[in-house]
């Protein structure tokens, strides 16, 4: 016989699969129609749910594109964690570079990706959602940056402002090819976080 808590996870995983599709199915829908052409039937309809069931875990359009935003963003920081941390990178400055190369190679051949993210990179690691894994992503940034430069007075206020000078570039880069390509920014880009972090 199944004890009310096996009943009680039961039901919680049957939750975490509904959302989980959700913004599966939103991801999807985004990335071949865009945000501003799918609506919340279509999202709904992909997902095999009713939309009564998407109230349950979203408010809106606009909040199952930001959380869509908020996880692939945080996918984005954990795959240049994981790249940087394999090629055994020790100087924080170097740290800080690959991480940002690395995103920046992956959005530049993911133009739609680049597209939905748009200049909010930075929900990756500023939001009010509690992940644990993203939270020490950011704190590694964060406390790297104060032993590398105990000069610097707020860090994390500094890492915010990387993250969104780097979103800023690589959308108008990428997207409008404003001022000019990607590869073409990098090295002014890279040659300014260095002075931020100095």
Known sequence: M???????????EKKQIKRENLLSSAYTLFMKKGSFNT???DIVEDAGVAKGTFYLYFEDKYDIEEKVII??????????VINTTNKKINDYQDKLINIFDYIINSLSKNKDLT?????????GLFNEENNEDYIDIKKML???LKQYNKKIKNPEA??????????????????????????????VLF??????IQ
Do not use: Q
């Not at 597209?115 to 929900?123: A, D, P, R, S, V």
């Not at 090819?177 to 920014?185: F, G």
């Not at 040659?191 to 931020?196: C, D, F, G, Y």
């Open 142 to 144: 964060v406390v790297g």
């Open 39 to 41: 609506s919340i039937n």
């Open 158 to 187: 500094v890492i915010f402002m990387i993250v969104n000078l780097v979103s800023s570039v690589v959308y108008d880069s990428i997207i409008f090819d404003r001022p000019t390509n990607i590869e073409s920014l990098k090295p």
């Open 115 to 123: 597209e939905l993210i748009g200049k909010y990179l930075y929900l």
């Open 2 to 12: 199944e004890n009310s808590g096996e009943h009680f996870s039961k039901v919680e």
């Open 71 to 80: 996880e692939k963003s945080r996918l984005l920081f954990d795959e240049a």
């Open 191 to 196: 040659s300014e976080i260095k002075k931020m």
